[in-house]
């Protein structure tokens, strides 16, 4: 067996093992009691008589549903399963396995009870409605795999209606981890982001929030051009002027490649120094020629999944110095995983009232310094998900922003931002080593 052989082998061993435990513990996460039952006589505190007195405390004053109930710490996951990881629209039961990935993933590495809500709609405003419905019994909504354009418009609507933090993880959470990464490799190649050329691929929710962000951390824009399937967006895109629907991507043919550059994905990426590319799961989207005529030192994120774009041992052998995928079986993984638990921690322990970009970027920054002080390299450029130091940081560095940017109910220092967060996040990963030692959490079978 060659080496790449050996190496696709071991990219297709996840989504092996996935068929095999998904239905051995028929579902990721549950509900487990938090409050201390020491007998059957509890439950009148907990629940009927004594119940009414913080239900009449909070009709008083709303704010006290924080302090009496599990508001402050939960989080909606909503979907509609209409553009499922690199799956496309599988409808809303497909994507529950996703989502219940996500909360679980919200719970182990933030601390955060986060619960998987699939909508029967794909109606805009029917999704709208029932956001707003849920938004009681929350403190922050994180809408995932919507397709585009709808995704802009739900996130547009729901942040300007909501007076808790609605996030889009495929555009807010993708644009920070990329920031983080980015700000890293052009380090170690000793380049400069206000001075770099940024070849784009793929035009939808991910990248266009990802350039609004790489802009806002300090790229010019107009040296960024960016590729959807018709090719690169300039202001000759007749086919995207005055869309309604396309507003977001005319946008970026207005603000981006200055020098007016036509034509597909090798014209964009040629002599370009970063590749960031969000597209159609791969191989070989991404071609070696063309990564080839990139410049000198060339930075590679092949971010599709499950597959991405190009093979990093392909990126490699063409020359690229740097190569980041959104796998974690590979070096350099540009994955979500790596913000939105921190993110969102940090967001609900100041009861933040949205997450805005400057906060997503003061978690970037943050998620960079992490790594940098462990000693970045070409095969260590951001954090991996067992740096879970990683979390805390990122929670105080956004708790922070929001009352800096005065979007926070409440002020924390930053010592008790520090330790709210680490206890949170402590708490939840040794609660499921516990459950696992007991055995109250089955051992996986072989896979």
Request: net charge negative.
């Amino acid at each position: 067996m060659t080496m790449r052989d050996e190496l696709l082998a071991k990219a297709r061993k996840p989504a092996e093992a996935a068929m095999k435990l998904h239905p051995f513990y028929r579902g990721k996460i549950e509900v487990t009691p938090k409050c201390a039952v020491r007998s059957l006589e509890d439950f009148a505190v907990w629940y009927t008589p004594g119940v009414a007195e913080p239900c009449k405390a909070i009709e008083a004053n709303k704010e006290l549903v924080y302090e009496y109930t599990n508001r402050w710490n939960t989080v909606a996951v909503i979907s509609d399963g209409s553009r499922v990881l690199g799956l496309g629209d599988i409808g809303p039961e497909a994507g529950l396995p996703v989502m219940e990935g996500k909360a679980l993933i919200f719970k182990y590495l933030g601390g955060v009870d986060a619960f998987p809500i699939c909508l029967g709609t794909k109606d805009p405003d029917e999704i709208i409605s029932a956001v707003k419905w849920l938004e009681p019994s929350f403190g922050g909504i994180n809408l995932e795999d919507f397709e585009q354009p709808k995704c802009f418009y739900l996130l547009e609507r729901l942040r300007s209606e909501l007076e808790i933090p609605v996030w889009h993880d495929d555009q807010q959470g993708t644009a920070a981890v990329t920031v983080a990464g980015l700000i890293n490799a052009l380090k170690l190649v000793g380049k400069r982001i206000d001075e770099v050329k940024i070849a784009m691929v793929g035009a939808g929710a991910a990248n266009i929030c990802t350039a609004r962000m790489i802009i806002a951390a300090g790229a010019t824009p107009g040296n960024i051009i960016m590729c959807d399937s018709k090719g690169t967006l300039h202001e000759g895109r007749d086919d995207l002027k005055g869309s309604t629907r396309y507003k977001e991507k005319w946008d970026i043919c207005v603000k981006t490649n200055s020098r007016g550059v036509a034509g597909g994905i090798p014209d964009a990426m040629k002599g370009a120094d970063v590749l960031i590319a969000l597209s159609t799961p791969g191989p070989d989207v991404i071609r070696k020629e063309w990564v080839a005529d990139m410049a000198h030192d060339a930075i590679v994120f092949a971010c599709a999944n499950p597959i991405p774009e190009i093979w990093p041992w392909d990126a490699k052998d063409a020359g690229a110095r740097i190569v980041a995928t959104g796998r974690s079986d590979f070096p350099n993984q540009i994955n979500n995983s790596l913000g939105f638990p921190g993110i969102f921690r940090g967001a609900l322990d100041v009861r933040a009232k949205t997450i805005t970009d400057e906060m997503c970027i003061a978690a970037a920054i943050e998620l960079a310094r992490c790594a940098e002080d462990k000693g970045i390299s070409e095969e260590y450029l951001i954090p991996t998900m067992d740096d879970w130091e990683v979390y805390p940081r990122e929670a105080v560095a956004v708790g922070l922003k929001a009352i800096e940017l005065g979007v926070a109910r409440v002020r924390p220092s930053r010592e008790e931002l520090y330790e709210k967060a680490t206890s949170m996040i402590k708490r939840s990963r040794e609660m499921t080593s516990l459950l696992m030692e007991e055995g109250i959490i089955a051992p996986p079978p072989e896979v």
